[in-house]
Each structure stands twice: as structure tokens, then as C-alpha cells.
């Protein structure tokens, strides 16, 4: 085993190395399910935010700063919490904090009394993801290494989108019985259980790291290594502003679903299910970007690019039918972004620097993607047609940057 690893193997109390009880796919399956209880808790808030805040005296500016704030510190955050992954090793309590800060949030939504109370919970609900993320992605890809780390990922993604998909239609239903306290006190009992199973795996799987053996390619960590001071390849930063590119033109689902309500394309009921058929489409998508990243590797996602060039030609009219059709592949884009793309980063990291790698990526990935968003939200407003030409530029842009990652990793240069 290498020595990064045996420094950080939990023991019991005879001293002696706590082995884990689950192999890597059970451990993969049973985070899935840790993540889909969590996705009902969090994701079904999030359907029903926007008009929540509304409620307690909130303008739409001030929707969209909340709104907007919380992924901030969700995404920027991971910048210092992934390194504080690495520095710690403590990957179990930074992920079993991020979960309790999330579950415990949202449900005392039910409880706000006012602006202030409600918008400080949302965005501590944002900041429990930045907690654990980057942590649960270092464990995840441990176990990747041996079973695929495309196939990890997509399974991962896939039972977290299912969660995405239920989680709005019980809150939808809970607000149609009751009203907003209601939607939201109910996911005390999806948090309550997925908190119970994160605990239950870190006990079936105390040191995931033992799942992972190092390629002969990549040398065995040093103490200095482990301390954080490896450098990330140029290959990982060329990738990353890749991603960047692409994300750059992906609208959000909050962009789509505001044209959905102010053209009046479809009953304001209906608009959660098409955004519940999109968490389906975006888990179904996990499963088979997974599968073909495992097979031919980083080429397996230039699939995202037409599919989110697509996005405007469809979400953006006033065809139901297209709309429906939108949504679908707007999720499978989604779908492959947040599960793939993930997958990819741990090839292209060292070992010894996962944590900080997953928090630089999905720091730079969400900028890009908040950033884009914005643009596209006020081209909608200016021109729909120059949303459609933004969005098709930047995909063209992105598969270009793609090209240098085609080369072998030995020619992309060296690490900085």
C-alpha cells in the first residue's frame, strides 16, 4: 500500500487498521444513496427558493442576490476547503459537516420569520456543499480506481440526480396540502436518513484511500507531497479552462424556467416536473458519458458541447413540445457536466492533491458557469437571437480549446 496511504489508516482500539467492510462498488453505491437522500433535501429547496423568499418581502433583485451569493460560497468556497482536505486528511468529518449543515438548514426554513433568517439559511445550506465536496470526490475516486473512475462517477451522479427528481415533486405536493412550511419541514425526515447513512458508510468504510493503488507512472507521495507542495499539471489547467469555456454558454435552469413563466409556454404548475424530467435525463446521461469516458477517455465528453448548443433552439421557444424536448437535453448536458467532468480531474491530478484539484476545477467551473449565465439572461432580455449565437460561439470555442488535450499527456507540457 503506498505510504500516503498507510499514514491515514483508522484504527481501532487495539491499534490495530480498521479494514473497510464494503468493496469499492458497494462504497460508490452506498454514497450514491447518501447522495440522493440529500439531493431530495436540498434540491427540493431550491425548486421553491425563489418564491419562498418572495413571501417574506424579497424583490426579484434581491431572489437573485441570495440566490446568486449562495452558489458563490458554494463554488469559491471549495478553493479553500479543498486544500484543507488535502492539508487534514480529514475527508470523513469535512463530509459528514457538509451533509449536517445542509439537512439542518433547509428544514429550518419551515421556521424563518423573516428576509434575513430565510436568505442566512439559504446560503448555509450552499456552504455545507462547499464543505464536503471536494472531500466526497477524493473518496469517490479512490474507489473509481477500481472499478473505473468513469463508471464511479456516473453512478454516483446518477442515484444523486434521483434525488434531484423527487425531491421537487414531494415538496411541490406538500406545498399543494399545506404551504411552504410544510415543503420545507418535510425534508427533515430525507435529511435525517441521509446523515444516519453517511455515518453508517464512514464506519462499513473508514479509510477509502485503500481502495486506490497508484499508477507505476505515478510515484509513491513523500511526506513534502503530502503536505500539499505536488504542482498540478498544465494538462489539469488546460482542462479546466476547457470546461470553463463550455460552462461558459450553459444556461441555468432558473434562465429557462423564467422564459417558461413569462411567456406563459406552459401552466405554472407543469414547470417543476419539466425540471424533474430534466434530474431523469441528467441521471440517464451519467450512466453513459461514464461508461464511454472509461473507454476512450476525455474525447468521451465532447458529446456535452452540441447538446448544450442545442439548449436555445429549444428551451427558449414557445413549443411545448420543444420545450419538453429542451429540458431533456439540457439535463443530459447537466448530467455529464457534474458527473464526467468530475471523473476526469482525478486522471489529471496527482494522488496527494485531489482535494485541492476538485476545489480549483469546480471553482473555476462555476464562475464560468455564473458568469455565462448572467450574459445569457441579459441577452434573453436584449436579443434572443444573440443567445442563441453566444451559446453556439462558445461551444465552437470550447471544442477548439479541446484540441491541445487530445495530444499525449508527456506532450502537453510540463507542471506548473
Same mark, same amino acid.
Given at each position: 500500500?503506498?505510504?500516503m496511504?498507510?499514514?491515514?489508516?483508522?484504527?481501532?482500539?487495539?491499534?490495530?487498521?480498521r479494514?473497510?467492510?464494503l468493496?469499492?462498488?458497494?462504497?460508490v453505491?452506498?454514497?450514491?444513496?447518501?447522495?440522493?437522500l440529500a439531493?431530495?433535501?436540498?434540491?427540493?429547496?431550491?425548486s421553491?427558493?425563489?418564491?419562498?423568499?418572495a413571501?417574506?418581502?424579497?424583490?426579484?433583485?434581491?431572489?437573485?442576490?441570495?440566490?446568486?451569493?449562495?452558489?458563490?460560497?458554494?463554488?469559491?468556497?471549495?478553493?479553500?476547503?479543498?486544500?484543507?482536505?488535502d492539508?487534514t486528511r480529514?475527508?470523513?468529518?469535512?463530509?459528514?459537516a457538509?451533509?449536517?449543515?445542509?439537512?439542518?438548514?433547509?428544514?429550518?426554513?419551515?421556521l424563518?420569520?423573516s428576509?434575513?433568517?430565510?436568505?442566512?439559511?439559504?446560503?448555509?445550506?450552499?456552504?455545507?456543499?462547499? !464543505?464536503?465536496? =471536494? #472531500? +466526497?470526490?477524493?473518496?469517490? $475516486?479512490?474507489?473509481? %480506481?477500481?472499478?473505473g473512475? /468513469?463508471?464511479?462517477?456516473?453512478?454516483?451522479?446518477?442515484?444523486?440526480q434521483?434525488?434531484?427528481?423527487?425531491?421537487?415533486?414531494?415538496?411541490?405536493?406538500?406545498?399543494?396540502?399545506?404551504?411552504?412550511?410544510?415543503?420545507f419541514?418535510?425534508?427533515?425526515i430525507?435529511?435525517?436518513?441521509a446523515?444516519?447513512?453517511?455515518?453508517?458508510?464512514?464506519?462499513?468504510?473508514?479509510?477509502?484511500?485503500?481502495?486506490?493503488?497508484q499508477?507505476?507512472?505515478?510515484?509513491?507521495?513523500?511526506?513534502?507531497?503530502?503536505?500539499?507542495r !505536488?504542482?498540478? =499539471? #498544465? +494538462?489539469f489547467?488546460?482542462? $479546466?479552462?476547457?470546461? %470553463?469555456?463550455?460552462?461558459? /454558454?450553459?444556461s441555468?435552469?432558473?434562465?429557462i424556467?423564467?422564459?417558461?413563466?413569462?411567456?406563459?409556454?406552459?401552466?405554472s404548475?407543469?414547470?417543476?416536473?419539466?425540471?424533474?424530467?430534466?434530474?431523469?435525463?441528467?441521471?440517464?446521461?451519467?450512466?453513459?458519458?461514464?461508461?464511454?469516458?472509461?473507454?476512450?477517455?476525455?474525447?468521451?465528453l465532447l458529446?456535452?458541447?452540441?447538446?448544450?448548443?442545442?439548449?436555445?433552439?429549444?428551451s427558449?421557444?414557445?413549443?411545448?413540445?420543444?420545450?419538453?424536448?429542451?429540458?431533456? !437535453?439540457?439535463?443530459? #448536458?447537466?448530467?455529464?457536466?457534474? $458527473?464526467?467532468?468530475? %471523473?476526469a480531474?482525478?486522471?489529471?491530478?496527482?494522488?496527494?492533491?485531489?482535494?485541492?484539484?476538485?476545489?480549483i476545477?469546480?471553482?473555476?467551473?462555476?464562475?464560468?458557469?455564473?458568469?455565462g449565465?448572467?450574459?445569457i439572461?441579459?441577452?434573453?432580455?436584449?436579443?434572443?437571437?444573440?443567445?442563441?449565437?453566444?451559446?453556439?460561439?462558445?461551444?465552437?470555442?470550447?471544442?477548439?480549446?479541446f484540441?491541445?488535450?487530445?495530444?499525449?499527456?508527456?506532450?502537453?507540457?510540463r507542471?506548473?
Open positions: 500500500m503506498p505510504e496511504n498507510q499514514k491515514h489508516v483508522r484504527t481501532d482500539r487495539t491499534g490495530k487498521a479494514p473497510n467492510k468493496g469499492p462498488m458497494g462504497f453505491l452506498t454514497f450514491g444513496v447518501v447522495s440522493m439531493d431530495v433535501v436540498y434540491e427540493g429547496a431550491r421553491i427558493t425563489g418564491p419562498y423568499l413571501t417574506l418581502g424579497a424583490s426579484a433583485v434581491v431572489v437573485g442576490f441570495v440566490t446568486g451569493f449562495g452558489e458563490a460560497v458554494a463554488l469559491v468556497m471549495r478553493l479553500g476547503t479543498g486544500p484543507l482536505a492539508r480529514k475527508y470523513w468529518p469535512l463530509t459528514i457538509g451533509y449536517a449543515l445542509t439537512v439542518t438548514a433547509v428544514p429550518l426554513l419551515a424563518a420569520s428576509l434575513l433568517q430565510a436568505s442566512a439559511l439559504v446560503i448555509m445550506e450552499r456552504f455545507g456543499k462547499a !464543505v464536503r465536496t =471536494p #472531500a +466526497r470526490d477524493t473518496m469517490l $475516486s479512490h474507489a473509481g %480506481a477500481n472499478v473512475r /468513469g463508471k464511479a462517477f456516473a453512478i454516483h451522479e446518477a442515484l444523486d434521483s434525488g434531484a427528481l423527487l425531491g421537487p415533486l414531494l415538496v411541490g405536493l406538500m406545498i399543494a396540502v399545506s404551504g411552504y412550511q410544510l415543503g419541514g418535510v425534508l427533515a430525507p435529511g435525517a436518513l446523515l444516519i447513512a453517511v455515518l453508517l458508510l464512514r464506519r462499513a468504510a473508514p479509510d477509502p484511500a485503500r481502495y486506490d493503488t499508477p507505476v507512472s505515478e510515484p509513491v507521495a513523500t511526506p513534502g507531497q503530502i503536505s500539499g !505536488v504542482p498540478l =499539471p #498544465a +494538462r489547467w488546460w482542462y $479546466s479552462a476547457f470546461t %470553463a469555456v463550455s460552462m461558459f /454558454g450553459f441555468t435552469f432558473g434562465v424556467s423564467y422564459h417558461l413563466e413569462v411567456q406563459k409556454v406552459m401552466p404548475g407543469l414547470i417543476p416536473v419539466t425540471y424533474a424530467a430534466s434530474m431523469g435525463a441528467a441521471a440517464l446521461a451519467a450512466l453513459a458519458s461514464g461508461a464511454l469516458y472509461d473507454r476512450i477517455g476525455l474525447r468521451g458529446i456535452a458541447l452540441p447538446l448544450t448548443a442545442a439548449v436555445p433552439f429549444l427558449f421557444t414557445t413549443s411545448p413540445g420543444l420545450v419538453w424536448a429542451g429540458a431533456v !437535453v439540457w439535463g443530459a #448536458a447537466l448530467g455529464i457536466h457534474e $458527473s464526467t467532468l468530475r %471523473a480531474v482525478a486522471d489529471l491530478v496527482p494522488a496527494a492533491r485531489r482535494g485541492t484539484g476538485y476545489g476545477f469546480t471553482a473555476i467551473y462555476g464562475l464560468a458557469w455564473l458568469g449565465s448572467a450574459i439572461g441579459a441577452l434573453y432580455s436584449a436579443s434572443l437571437s444573440g443567445l442563441v449565437t453566444f451559446t453556439v460561439v462558445t461551444q465552437v470555442a470550447a471544442l477548439i480549446a484540441i491541445p488535450l487530445l495530444k499525449p499527456a508527456s506532450a502537453q507540457g507542471a506548473v
